[in-house]
């Protein structure tokens, strides 16, 4: 059974940082092409940022330069480093997982950044 479980979100004031986890079980984690993707109240789930198998990694425009997605093959675990967080940013955050015949979603954790 696959089972993606995000932890790390919370509340921070602008201009802070906070790193997202996803440790993820029941599949080849090195195989899976892993993103992050947001979904703010009232709008659509977008992508965050993704990094695929042999490590490249993609951002959306409105976080290039302030977030980082890594991941550790022998820990299962995808991170996303959020730095210089804005209002804007307070959404859930969700982890995926994904290849050409098999996508899984994780449960989601809350991002609020207020002052």
């Known amino acids: 059974q696959v089972q993606l479980v995000e932890s790390g979100g919370g509340l921070v004031q602008p201009g802070g940082s906070l790193r997202l986890s996803c440790a993820v079980s029941g599949i080849i984690f090195r195989i899976y092409t892993m993103a992050w993707y947001r979904q703010a109240p009232g709008k659509q789930r977008e992508l965050v940022a993704s990094i695929i198998s042999g490590g490249s990694t993609n951002y959306a425009d409105s976080v290039k330069g302030r977030f980082t997605i890594s991941r550790d093959n022998a820990k299962n675990t995808v991170y996303l480093q959020m730095n210089s967080l804005k209002p804007e940013d307070t959404a859930v955050y969700y982890c995926?997982?994904?290849?050409?015949?098999?996508?899984?979603w994780g449960q989601g954790t809350q991002v609020t950044v207020s002052s």
């Open positions: 995926n997982a994904r290849t050409t015949l098999q996508e899984s």
